[in-house]
């Protein structure tokens, strides 16, 4: 059974599960219980006649739902981490490999997904030509939880057809447009569950049935096509919505020509940053745009080595964030400020030198740097942004970090300008502050659990309601919190915390 179908799987007594399938369509449904009739659904024929397709593919035990319907669990926002979510449920709770019920608890899970976009991508500003992953292919939805779930990018490999021509580029490192690919098509085995262009507004407490107690969650969220509200009721809300433009303040003024990296792929000149963004950017320009001048400014004194070694690459290692989570607040400073070279303000060493390739192949025809149509600025802070002209060019005040002779500042303009600059992880303050009431935490600060449940009043709130933060712990879970490495094992960890052992 292609895990395209939705899979409501339901205990009967003590018999077997009684698996109802019904296709995206709604052309067919079909129900296998014992004693029952099959009927006979082409589509599903054709599915299992795909080249390389395994009719006992795994169901995702993914209920629909209705707006108004009581939810099990919503998970706010449907990019990696959500998804990762729902391939985890899809394997701890779905069909097995032989097509056989699942764990020992087989349940009907009612779950639904909010996502702001109209559909599903990754840094889709960021799908540059040759652009690479940075992580090992491994560290895919579900490999390091799960080797055998259909979610695998092997398994994805395979079922598009490219698994040989794959293996013979000796890579585990993918392009980052394959690995989007790969995501997507994860994400649609699970388009009825998900509702896109939702932008969620507010999480709040409600008495839903005692009285007493806040035993619910009220998910209020906004249609960003018609401006339509919803309001949506669940006992457990994650909230997975990734980072957002982490702009200077010197740039908050909203200016087309002053685009982020997650905007890219449009005319530039001039790319702000230090990190793999910048670099990324700053070389795609040679490509995309042999005429144009370019510059790249950073504070920095050069561009960075990432720190990729087996030993440091361990601080991504699933089992590396117990031993964080546990250290004291002094020692995850520490182990922050020490293994930041393995994600900030670094760049991967093919690249770098690739970068310096070009910087030496105009320096053969053009010993003067202040002359070269491609330049690097180190050693600069930007602390002026304004207009000039009557064609709106931007001009940069940049100061000189490394200037002795008294002469630091410096304007230059450009057509438009590039901040990679990073993102912000914070978006959960805003959309839980109506749930302060029931926080546990005095300050006012939301503190996430080892299972990255947020601390909530048991006073004041049931037992069997939470809410979950994924994606912005890195204070309390460590540098990998934010990446792909662990999604994984996060994904089963968290789904294992709402509904395993029973609970729920």
Same mark, same amino acid.
């Given at each position: ?60 035990? *993914? ?9 099990? *669990? ?24 032989? !097509?056989?019920? !699942? ?10 997904? @909010? ?38 990018? @092997? ?85 997975? %919505? ?17 685009? $982020? ?50 030993? %440091? ?33 670094? #760049? ?28 690097? @600025? ?86 069997? #309601?939470?809410?979950? @933060? ?6 309390? $879970? ?27």
């Amino acid at each position: 059974m292609a895990p395209g179908l939705i899979s409501e799987q339901i205990r009967i007594d003590n018999s077997a599960p009684m698996f109802l399938y019904e296709s995206r369509d709604s052309e067919m449904v079909q129900t296998n219980s014992a004693g029952g009739d099959e009927v006979h659904n082409p589509s599903l024929e054709r599915s299992s006649q795909k080249p390389g397709h395994q009719a006992n593919a795994l169901t995702p035990p *993914l209920s629909p739902t209705e707006r108004n319907e009581m939810n099990d *669990l919503v998970c706010i926002g449907f990019g990696p981490a959500g998804l990762g979510i729902a391939v985890a449920l899809n394997d701890m709770y779905g069909s097995d490999t032989t !097509g056989n019920a !699942g764990s020992e608890t087989t349940i009907r899970q009612r779950v639904r997904f @909010l996502e702001k976009q109209s559909n599903f991508s990754w840094h889709p500003g960021m799908l540059l030509p040759g652009a690479k992953m940075q992580i090992s292919f491994i560290k895919d939805l579900a490999t390091l939880r799960d080797p055998r779930s259909y979610f695998t990018f @092997l398994n994805y490999l395979k079922e598009e057809q490219r698994l040989v021509q794959f293996t013979n580029l000796s890579t585990f490192l993918p392009s980052r447009l394959e690995f989007e690919r790969y995501m997507r098509w994860a994400a649609n085995h699970f388009e009825s569950s998900v509702d896109y262009s939702e932008e969620v507004t507010s999480v709040r407490p409600i008495r839903y049935v005692t009285g007493q107690k806040y035993d619910r969650l009220e998910i209020e969220s906004r249609n960003c096509r018609t401006g339509h509200t919803s309001k949506r009721i669940s006992k457990n809300v994650v909230i997975a %919505v990734g980072g957002y433009q982490s702009r200077p303040a010197i740039f908050q003024k909203h200016n087309h020509r002053i685009l $982020h990296t997650s905007e890219y792929l449009t005319k530039i000149v001039a790319v702000v940053g230090s990190g793999q963004s910048a670099a990324e950017v700053f070389n795609d320009l040679h490509t995309r745009y042999p005429n144009a001048s370019t510059r790249l400014i950073m504070r920095d004194t050069a561009l960075r080595p990432s720190d990729d070694s087996p030993f %440091v690459n361990e601080v991504f290692d699933p089992s590396a964030v117990d031993t964080f989570y546990h250290a004291d607040r002094h020692q995850r400073d520490e182990a922050i400020k020490k293994n930041r070279a393995t994600n900030y303000s670094v #760049v991967r060493l093919p690249l770098l030198e690739h970068i310096y390739e070009s910087m030496y192949t105009q320096s053969i025809e053009e010993p003067d740097r202040s002359k070269w149509q491609h330049q690097i @600025l180190p050693s600069r802070d930007v602390v002026g942004v304004s207009e000039e002209g009557a064609d709106q060019k931007i001009s940069l005040a940049l100061r000189r970090l490394d200037s002795g002779d008294g002469k630091n500042e410096e304007n230059a303009s450009f057509d438009a300008v590039i901040l990679a600059t990073g993102y912000k992880r914070d978006q959960h303050i805003a959309m839980l502050e109506a749930c302060q009431e029931i926080n546990s935490s005095k300050d006012g600060s939301w503190t996430p659990n080892r299972d990255y449940s947020l601390g909530l009043d048991r006073s004041m709130v049931e037992a069997d #309601v939470g809410i979950w @933060l994924q994606g912005a712990n890195e204070s309390s $879970h460590g540098l990998a919190d934010s990446l792909l490495s662990i999604i994984a094992t996060r994904s089963g960890e968290l789904v294992q915390s709402i509904f395993g052992n029973g609970k729920r």
